[in-house]
Structure formats: structure tokens, C-alpha cells
T-cell receptor, first 109, second 114 residues
Framework: GEDVEQSLFLSVREGDSSVINCTYT??????LYWYKQEPGAGLQLLTY?????DMKQDQRLTVLLNKKDKHLSLRIADTQTGDSAIYFC?????????FGTGTRLKVLA | NAGVTQTPKFRVLKTGQSMTLLCAQD?????MYWYRQDPGMGLRLIHY???????AKGEVPDGYNVSRLKKQNFLLGLESAAPSQTSVYFC?????????????FGPGTRLTVT
């Protein structure tokens, strides 16, 4: 099937690291994305990784890709209250993305 | 540069009523998409368009129709609304269809069908 799976909730304390996991389905996906959705808003692109990479770092964000296990993760270092949102992974195919179910990150002060 | 805009932001319909959701983009993107977002289910593609005058079915097209008469606009119609269509609807656009092209999202329309 075409299910991209994520855990629904994650709660961390401010200043800790957050790790959001995603299992995708199509080993031929060339790009994998992380989007952030703040309350009442649309999705905004956070970062992406090309399938021939194992890791990508962008300031506080680190994306890890394990193609063998079709596993993608997003690590947010020094998590802040402003990081509270829903995070979606997506695998990109022609004409469409397949989105995960979203992980709601709650950051506790 | 407004990006992707959607009207209306909120709407309540009675079962059987019809309505049209409007999406507009000012980035000259060829590709446009309509998604619905339901709790615990992520975003599911309803219909998409690869250019002016073209439309295609996505994952969950039943009960919806679309039109792309102008490149910048993509309309989503509900001819006879049902409670199962209560959802948040997002429009998106992208420059191209290849996987490396980011999709830009509108702010969403929250629709309730009673």
C-alpha cells in the first residue's frame, strides 16, 4: 500500500532534542521532504533530502535517511516552544507527494 | 507576491448543498493540487492539474469536481455536500512535476457539512 507512517505525538522539554521518525513506502522515491504545519496554517517546507544522501544538516535540523529500511528521521536540536507544530514527511513521486499522517510535536517549557 | 491563496477560509454547509472553493497562485506555476486533511490521516490528494485546461484524479476524487480555466486558478467543487466531506482543504502549487520541485501550500479552508 501507499502508507507513509509516522507516530502521532511527541512531547519534549524545551532545550532537548526532538526526533521525529517516518517510514516510507517507495524505494524509488528520489526526494523525501519534511513539512511543518503550525496551528491554523498551511504546510511549509522545512527541509528535504535527496535519495543518494544519508544525512543532511541545516542549522538545528538534521535529516537521516536509511534507504535499506525506508526510514527517514528529523532531528531538531535545542527544541524551542516555537517548534510546536505538526510535522509531515512526504515522499515525492511524479505529479504528487504521498504524505505521512503527521507527528504533533509539543514542546514543554 | 501573495503565493497561494484560498477562499473562503471557513464554510458551513448543509447536506446536499453545493459550493466552490477557489485557489489562486501568483507564481506562474504549471501544477496545482487539491488535498484534504483529516485527523490521523495526513493529506490525501483529491485532484490535480498539470496545466491550464487539464485536470486529473488523485487518491480520493469521488464527490468532487475541479476546473482549471486559467493557469493561476484551480477550483474545487462539491455538487452535493455530504458530512463525510467535513475536512480541511488545502490547495498547493508547484513549478514542475518532478520530485525536486517544492509544493507551496495555501492556508486552508475549513469546511463543515451538517
Amino acid at each position: 500500500g501507499e502508507d507513509v507512517e509516522q507516530s502521532l505525538f511527541l512531547s519534549v522539554r524545551e532545550g532537548d532534542s526532538s526526533v521525529i521518525n517516518c517510514t516510507y513506502t517507495d524505494s524509488s522515491s528520489t526526494y523525501l521532504y519534511w513539512y511543518k504545519q503550525e496551528p491554523g496554517a498551511g504546510l511549509q517546507l522545512l527541509t528535504y533530502i535527496f535519495s543518494n544522501m544519508d544525512m543532511k544538516q541545516d542549522q538545528r535540523l538534521t535529516v537521516l535517511l536509511n534507504k535499506k529500511d525506508k526510514h527517514l528521521s528529523l532531528r531538531i536540536a535545542d527544541t524551542q516552544t516555537g517548534d510546536s507544530a505538526i510535522y509531515f514527511c512526504a515522499e515525492a513521486g511524479t505529479y504528487k507527494y504521498i504524505f505521512g499522517t503527521g507527528t504533533r510535536l509539543k514542546v514543554l517549557a | 507576491n501573495a503565493g497561494v491563496t484560498q477562499t473562503p477560509k471557513f464554510r458551513v454547509l448543509k447536506t446536499g448543498q453545493s459550493m466552490t472553493l477557489l485557489c489562486a497562485q501568483d507564481m506562474n506555476h504549471e501544477y496545482m493540487y487539491w488535498y484534504r486533511q483529516d485527523p490521523g490521516m495526513g493529506l490525501r490528494l483529491i485532484h490535480y492539474s498539470v496545466g491550464e485546461g487539464t485536470t486529473a484524479k488523485g487518491e480520493v476524487p469521488d464527490g468532487y469536481n475541479v476546473s482549471r480555466l486559467k493557469k493561476q486558478n484551480f477550483l474545487l467543487g462539491l455538487e452535493s455536500a455530504a458530512p463525510s466531506q467535513t475536512s480541511v482543504y488545502f490547495c498547493a502549487s508547484s513549478y514542475g512535476s518532478r520530485a525536486e520541485y517544492e509544493q507551496y501550500f495555501g492556508p486552508g479552508t475549513r469546511l463543515t457539512v451538517t
